[in-house]
Every structure is written in C-alpha cells, then in structure tokens.
C-alpha cells in the first residue's frame, strides 16, 4: 500500500530498516515526537482543567472581571489563543527542524542510497 | 413589548420564503456550474476520491472549515449560546481545539502513508482484510450517523427558514436537498465536492462576520456592553455564567465531561475530515490545511459567540424557544432582525448550502470507503482496476443518497443531536486509538487493532442504545419507554477508554508478531513523505 503519487519502482526496492535505523532518521524521530507528544499532553489538560473548572468551580468562573467580562469567558477565550499559538509555534518548529532533515532523507531514499539490491548510488539526486 | 415585536418578526418570516428559495437557487445554479467544469478532467480513482491532489493548502483548509462547520455548529450553537448561555459557548472551544489533535498527531503522518481512506493508513503494517473490513465498518457507521443528522437537520431548518411545517412538505425538501447532494458528488466527485464546500465556507463565514460587526457596532464594539444587554433581556444573570444546562446535577455535569472527550478527541478521527487530506500533493500542504481551518473555524466560532450572545440581547431567549425550528432559530431571527428578508434570505441560503456541502462530503466518504475498502480491497481481492473502483464508488452514491433521504424523511422531528454526538463519539472511540497507536506503536498488532475498533465502536452504540437520549425521558427518541441503564447522553467518558484499552489488551495478548520491514517502512514514510512527496520535489 503506498502512494499513488510516486513510481511503482522506487519505494520497492527501498530498505526501509536500514533508513530506520540510520542516525538521522532516529534523530527526525525523536524531533517529532519530543515536540508534539508533550505539547499534546500540555493541550489536553489545560482543555479539561478548563471543562472542570467550568463543571466544577461555577463560583470561580462567575467572578467578574472587568465590566460583564468574567474569569470563564477569559479562560474561554484563552482555549482560543492557546490554540492559535500552538498552531503557530508548531509550524515554525516543523519548518525549523522537521521539514528540512525529512527532505534529505527523502531525497536520499529516492536517489538509491538505501536500495536493497545494493547497487548504492553516492550522492544526492536533485 | 419584546413579546409584540417578535410576534410580528415570526409572521413576517414567512413571507420571505420566496427571496430565501430564490437565493438558495442561486447558489445551486453557480456551484452547479462550478462542479460541471470542475469534473471535465475527472479520469482517474485519485480524481474521483481525491481530487487528483491538486488543492492547495489555503483551498483545502477552506474547504475542511466548509466540511466541518455543519448547520449544527451554526444554527445548534448560535441557538446553544442564545438559549443556554456560556454553556453554547463550550462546545465551540471543545470543537475548535479538537484540532490541534488533527495538527499535531494525525494530519501529516496520514498524508504521507495513505492513498484514499482511513483505512489505507490502518492497515498499512497489520492484515489488511480485517482492518480494512473493521475501518470500512466504522467509517460507514460514522458517515451514516452524521448523515442522518444532517438530513433530519435539514427537515427542521426548513420549517423555520421557508414557513414549510407540513411533514409532506419538509419531505419534498429533503428528497430535493438529497437529489441535488447525489448529483454534486456523481458529476463533481471529490473535485466538486470540494468546490462546493470552498464557496459555502466563504458565504458561512463572511455572512457570521457582517452580522457579527453589525451586532457588535450596535453596542459601541464593547464586549462588556453585549453581555449586559443578553442578561438584561433573559433577566438572569446567570446566562453569563457556565452551567446553566450542564450544572443541574452531577450526571450532567459527567455529561458534559464526556462530550468534552468526545468532541476533543473525534473531530482528528471523522472520516470525512480525514479524507480531505488525500486531495492536497504533500504532507506540508496537510499541515497548511489545518492551519488555515485552524485560523477559519477558531474565527467563527469566535463570530458564534457574538452571534449567539446577540440573539439573546435583541431576539431574547424566549422567542426563540418559541419560533418554527425553536433553538435553532436564533441566527437566522438575529439575522432578520439585524437586516430584514434580505439578510435572513442570505443567511438561510447559506444554512442550505451548509447542509448541501457536508452531506456531499459525506456521501463521497462512504462511497470511497464502500469501493476503495470493501469492494476492491475485499470482495474482489484487488483484481478491480481502478474504472470499475470508481463505477462502483459512484454506483454506491446512488445507494447512500436514497438511504440518507429515507433516513432524513424518518428521523425528521426526531431528537437529532445525540446522532452528532454519537458520530463524534463512535469517531473517537472506534477509529483514534488504531490511528495513534499504528502510526506511534511499533508493537501494535492486527489483534489490538481490530479488538480496538469493533470494542470501540460496538461500546459506543450500546451505551447510546441504553441512554437517556434513546429512552427513558421525555426528551427521548422513545419518551414512552425506559430501558436507559446508562445514565450518560454521551458514550465517550467510557468506550473511549475502553477502545484504548483493548487495543493494548490486544497487542500484549497477541501472540503473532507484525512484520518489522512493514512498521519500518510505515513510520520512514509517515515521517519523511517518501513516495508521496516525489511529483512534486522533481
């Protein structure tokens, strides 16, 4: 099962344990997962700590704040910016220090340098 | 005096309904003519499915907002905020931050591994019959609820915006919003299904911006000033405060826990929102898509709350509850009241096109699901080529829209929300836990995947089936009954961690082993776009 998009040849014959296990693709890996594991925990529990709240400390969240603007609505409206930063800082992070290390391996894979038949073609095909 | 006024806003209402048909054929005739130009090149199975790739990260995220942003989300929390107050505005932060799961875990890593549907992905690495079969199951299951919910929806809507109240009538107008959907997504496919949403999301939003200026120029641009004028018109004060519905008593107060679970981990496991990610070329046009949707949805609903606290300030929540269509009214007598039968009729065309938009997205989901799944992965053991795939994929449209209108003309008047909820929880429970755990798991098996899927899916409707939204109460599908053992309307608390579970129980359980080569390959394509990525670096 792959992607209509590429040649039918050119992933067949890729070794893919052998571009798991090289050093760059464990670095991505740990790249990725060290950004959006924690920030998908982080996100979660502010979200419920906020539903509890909002379940559970009704007094709290009526507290008024300036004019009729009261804690529940600027947390409420805080879920919005939170998300709105996220979002942003995960594409600035991904376009740091995801996308272009991907890249290269990706065009590694495609000029040979991981085929299983071992006929490894040295360089980069651009 | 509020109760005069309205009196004759309701009446005046009706006499509308020949502008709002009028603009709503409108809309029909420029997209019709949009689709018809879009399909000219519909040749292949990625047209058909996945629009040839050749959507834009900008178009698509614009497009998933119009997928996504169903009548539900604009009339149901518009009217939610008018009615209930905060508590509306709490399913608007739990439907926009859903996405940030769609964002970070799902959306790239998808792109980059599968081909059509759901299911591609789930059993890239595992067996491929029983996954497929399983993920096939629940994407039908999910698409036919949130269809159901959308068509019943429409029936309701319609009572409001073109004064039809007659049950003959309301059916006459499913049957055309259903025919109208069949012919989008046979003529258009995924191409004009796409288009169909882009349009409805510029309309959708830009008509909640000006109404949401209008109200806001009315109170001086002060927050402050609309919140006092909503409690002063409710005459409770509480209305800014959460708990109005859900702080009744403690099952509501877990009810609410639940569908906060469901809502915030369902949305990144829709099927139909997953599909959309097929029709951009790279994982990097993914990521662009939900962040457009991200910046698209988090504004309307942003717009929903002035909307929604608007309507209670000048329509009053009273009148609402009291006008054809009930809660759902709020918007569109907020329009009516803002800018007369102009703005009304543009606004109801809008909700129609809602409607037309989402039940297109969904009907082309099931097909590719029927065809690329279960027709030409299981049934003919894929010997299909990919002609007789998408002949079947359309064949198959035919059968979904008939059974949605049947499904619509029945369910009309029914208590539709728990469809919606029930979608959002089955999503969650039936369909997250495979996708993380196959895309994050490298021990994950075909046993955990499947006892995670069928003990997903199966927990959530059984829930549903033993809840108060199905008997027991007197807002129930069957008020007469009491079989409700589940005290919860939303399954989530429970079969979504319980779908979790299983799939953990499963794979330790699981004495065979997937194979390494496969999980490898999985993850160096999902992280690096191997593949999926070439047409377009070369």
């Known amino acids: 099962m792959g992607n209509d998009a590429q040649t039918p040849d050119a992933a067949a014959s890729v070794d893919f344990e052998e571009v798991q296990s090289t050093e760059r693709f464990q670095e991505l890996r740990k790249r990725h997962r060290s950004f959006v594991f924690p920030m998908a925990v982080a996100f979660l529990l502010w979200y419920f700590a906020y539903v509890l709240l909002a379940d559970y400390a009704v007094g709290f969240m009526s507290t008024k704040v300036w004019g009729n603007i009261n804690v529940g609505l600027i947390l409420g409206l805080l879920q919005f910016v939170s998300t709105f930063a996220i979002t942003g800082w995960y594409v600035s992070y991904s376009n740091r220090r995801l996308d272009p290390i991907a890249a290269e391996i990706r065009h590694e894979i495609e000029g040979h340098e991981f085929d299983k038949n071992g006929n490894i073609v040295s360089g980069v095909a651009k | ?538």
């Open chain 2, 1 to 538: 005096m509020i109760g005069i006024a309205t009196a004759v806003d309701v009446a005046d209402l009706k006499e509308t309904t020949l502008l709002n048909m009028g603009i709503f054929g409108l809309f029909v005739a420029v997209t019709m003519v949009i689709v018809l130009r879009a399909s000219r090149n519909n040749k292949t199975a990625a047209d058909y499915y996945a629009a040839g790739r050749s959507f834009t990260g900008s178009q698509n995220g614009t497009a998933i907002a119009g997928d996504y942003l169903s009548a539900a989300s604009f009339l149901g929390i518009t009217g939610a905020i008018a009615v209930n107050g905060y508590d509306g505005f709490m399913y608007s932060i739990g439907f926009l931050v859903a996405w940030l799961v769609a964002l970070l875990l799902v959306a790239e890593l998808l792109r980059n591994t599968g081909k059509f549907t759901m299911a591609d992905v789930l059993s890239f690495r595992l067996k491929q019959r029983p996954v497929r079969i399983a993920a096939a199951i629940s994407t039908l299951a999910v698409c036919f609820f949130y269809l159901l919910a959308q068509m019943a929806g429409a029936g309701s809507l319609i009572s409001l915006l073109l004064g039809i109240s007659d049950w003959g009538g309301q059916a006459l107008v499913i049957i055309v919003v259903g025919a109208l959907m069949i012919m989008y997504v046979l003529i258009g496919g995924m191409k004009g299904t796409t288009w169909v949403q882009i349009i409805k999301a510029i309309l959708l939003i830009v008509g909640a911006g000006v109404m949401t200026l209008w109200v806001l120029a009315i109170y001086g641009f002060n927050l402050s000033s609309l919140l006092g004028a909503a409690v002063d018109t409710a005459g409770n004060p509480a209305v800014l405060n959460p708990g109005l519905q859900y702080g009744k008593t403690e099952t509501s107060k877990l009810d609410f826990m639940s569908l906060g679970l469901a809502l915030v981990l369902g949305t990144a496991a829709l099927p139909h929102v997953l599909m959309r990610f097929y029709t951009v070329p790279t994982a990097k046009e993914a990521r662009k898509s939900v962040v457009w949707s991200i910046w698209l949805i988090g504004l309307f609903y942003l717009f929903t709350l002035v909307l929604g606290y608007g309507a209670a300030a000048l329509v009053g929540a009273e009148t609402i509850k009291g006008a054809p269509g009930g809660v759902n009214s709020a918007a569109p007598l907020l329009a009516f009241h803002l800018g007369g039968p102009l703005l009304l009729g543009f606004i109801s065309a809008v909700a129609f096109a809602t409607i037309l938009a989402v039940v297109a997205g969904l009907t082309i989901t099931a097909a590719a699901s029927f065809a690329h799944d279960i027709y030409a992965s299981v049934i003919s053991k894929g010997k299909a080529d990919a002609d007789t795939e998408v002949k079947v994929a359309r064949r198959t449209v035919v059968v979904i829209g008939v059974m949605a209108i049947l499904g619509g003309i029945f369910a009309n008047g029914q208590n539709v929300a728990f469809l919606v909820a029930l979608a959002f929880a089955v999503a969650a429970s039936a369909n997250l836990p495979t996708i993380v755990y196959s895309l994050f798991w490298r021990r994950f098996t075909t046993q955990g995947a499947v006892w995670s899927m069928y003990g997903g899916l199966g927990s959530a409707i059984i829930l549903i089936a033993f809840s108060p939204v199905v008997s027991g109460a007197t807002t129930s599908m069957i008020p007469g009954a009491n079989f409700a053992l589940f005290p919860l309307s939303n399954p989530g608390i429970v079969s979504i961690p319980l779908a979790f579970l299983l799939g953990w129980l499963g794979t330790v359980l699981d004495k065979k082993r997937e194979d390494t080569a496969k999980q490898a390959e999985m993850e160096v394509r999902s992280l690096t776009g191997v593949g999926a990525e070439k047409a377009v670096d070369h």
